[in-house]
């Protein structure tokens, strides 16, 4: 039985909406509602492709990998960083099950 | 199944199977739990027995780290002490090289197959066995294992593992560059090291003239065999006292407690699918982008890992077998999810995998994969930390998750005449001092552990100058090496190192995570950065006076008085003269959420302690500081942090509206 409130990740929480009928992904700092959680959220947050070189990652070929970072569209905190090949799709990284 | 009429119990294990056929469904069977019989124990005498045997399984480590003469094993520990039922079910692991629980396992289950019935298995034997497509992950982890008999009848086993110098591979310490497993050192598939409590002489002269350092192998051996010695006597008093049936049973309980409790904790995840995937950049032979990627699925009270995605395998070592895998895998979840459960085969039992067959993580026989823990198998518990901590949060163990701790390991390997006009192949083992992960509530360890063997440690300094033609120009923490984040990965390390009084050596290098990052934050931390490796040839520097190159204190600081010859992440080992210097720095740990919930306060002192520098407390963190006294300049660090936010707003674009 799916808990009413899982924390999945520092920064996000799956809820049950009141009637019960829905469970959403929210932003834990603002509260935002980021997609319905049977989605991936990360096709629904902004995201900014970074040069490793930024933060002084010299050695990395940015040709091969690049550092992304998707964020809360609302508050704009940062909820997770994957170092990827450029023009990678979306990682599917949480997907919690919903009856 | 057995060709000694042995009844292993292995579903599917037929005469008449190939030897990869026979090692395989060994080596799958450590997922599988065990039959259950009645067990009738007091429950107090229970614990105080089983606390009995994890005492005197760390009296043989004792002995073990005090017998053998490798700093690799006095000093960094690098050995494991393990317990097996008498069909080789693992019971209980010592601290230590965790990965060798499940191939150690396979391997007592190998020798039954392959040598009860000739030439038997008797008292006082004690079989010697280091095949990494029996044991897992490198010749050079040399394993001797010894039947523990009551009345002729075996009712336990005992084995002991080093990591051990040198194994007579191509290039000395390990290869970097082999294409074959048959260029990668003595392989031996289980002998008789000991007969009948005596030692076997022909098989101390094949170690004694099949490696560069006939000593230091030997005196490994000798040591486990001790060590074996030293459990096997405590366990036979044990059991003269308590009974043999009373052991037996405790011993099945002990697996029995750690697969109820394992399936136990599992119940308390909620259904769902967690995915990771990391990236490395050498194959070995050339600069190439790999990947192994991981799906992660909880459904009917287990754990499903699907390795489907990951990269074929590489032509080069940088690859691990299957018994390797599965090890680094439950290294993973001994040093998270179960980490107060008993360490034993029980762990495994919740885990149902998919590791496909010519993958990087189960290479077809004779793939190389000598580079399995600087690489390979490195990268593989990076990968599957990410899932599982994912998995863990969702189950409310907050606790137990934590970013990727390094995820390669930068090794160096040498070899030649050393100091002492004597022929040796080694290996420095620095990376030992790995940054950790961050986790929710702490930085991680600075230079502190790596996960596949966290109780192992970097030696000091003057041993391996006391042992090796070798004199350090500085080894230390190396500022903003860990990645950045809410809390902060440890800071891994680099180290100048001077070849000294010696003219006939060579000097290798083994890790990947140059080119791209191997080592991931989580939930909003960055990435570590990348490791290094190269040479500055005849520098002179070595000449200088104390008070001068005292002042040479970083990798900008060699750079800026000598050239710099760039290596890349692997490079075979090559002829290197005294006063040349090598310099190797290693990773640090991931970082967990964003730094800009990082308190400034810990950003200022982390500034002070040259943890991380002053450019990226500004860029990253957001945190202005008030110098010389390290104070937060609180508005204008609102300031730039708002600035911050701004940024990301400007740059970001959406995938969907």
Known sequence: MLRDRIRIHESLILERSAEGSKAEIKCLKCGTVLCDASKNYKEYVPYVDRDPRELNHLLIDSAWMIYREYYCPHCAILLEVDPTPPGESHLWDIQIRTP | MSKGGWALGIEGLTAGMSDSEVIEKITLDVLNPISRE????????????????????QEGSFALARTSGSPIVTECG???????????????????VLPHLAGTEGAIKWLIYQYASSPGIHPGDQFLINDPYIIGIHTNDLLITKPIFIHDEIVAWVASLTHTVELGAMEPGA???????????????????????????????????GVRDPQLVALDNVAKIAANNVVSARIEELIKQKGQEFFKQVLKKMIYEGEDKSFERVQAIPDGVWRAVSYGDFDGLKKALFKISVTCEKKEGRIFLDFTGTSPQNPGPVNSSLPGSIGSIFSVFVSTTFWDLIWNRGILAPLKLNIPKGTLINPDYPCPVTAAPSTAAAL???????????MNMAAGFADEVCAPWLSNWNGIFMGGINQHKRLQGTITMDANGGGTGATGSLDGGDTTAFMLAPGSLMADVESYEAANPLLYLFRRQREDSGGHGKFRGGNGGEAAVFIHNTQNYRIGFRGIGKFVASTSGIFGGYPADSI???????????????????????????????????????????????????????????????????????VARDVEEMKISLEIAEKIYGVILNLPDFTVDEESTQKRRMQIIQDRKRRWKHAKR
Request: net charge negative; aromatic share 10%; glycine share 10%.
């Open chain 2, 38 to 57: 009645p067990v009738d124990l007091n429950p107090i005498e229970y614990e105080i027995t089983f606390n009995k045997i994890r005492t005197i399984l």
């Open chain 2, 380 to 390: 593989l518990a990076g990968t599957v930390t990410k899932v599982v901590s994912r």
């Open chain 2, 175 to 209: 290869p970097a560059h082999s294409t074959d497993i048959f260029q990668e050192g003595l392989r031996i598939p289980g002998m008789k090291i000991v007969e009948g409590e005596e030692p076997s002489l022909p098989v101390f002269k094949i170690l004694e003239r």
């Open chain 2, 78 to 96: 690098e050995y494991m002490l393990a317990i097996f039922d008498r069909e080789g079910h693992a019971a209980y692991v010592t601290t230590g």
């Open chain 2, 532 to 602: 290094q490796n190269g040479f500055i040839y005849g520098s002179g520097l070595k000449d200088l006076r104390s008070s001068e190159y005292k002042k040479i204190k970083t990798f900008a600081d060699l750079e800026s008085c000598s050239q710099f010859k760039e290596m890349t992440p692997m490079a075979a080992a090559t002829p290197v003269q005294d006063g040349d210097l090598y310099y190797m720095r290693w990773m640090g740990g991931g970082g967990y959420g964003d730094p800009l919930e990082r308190d400034p306060l810990c």
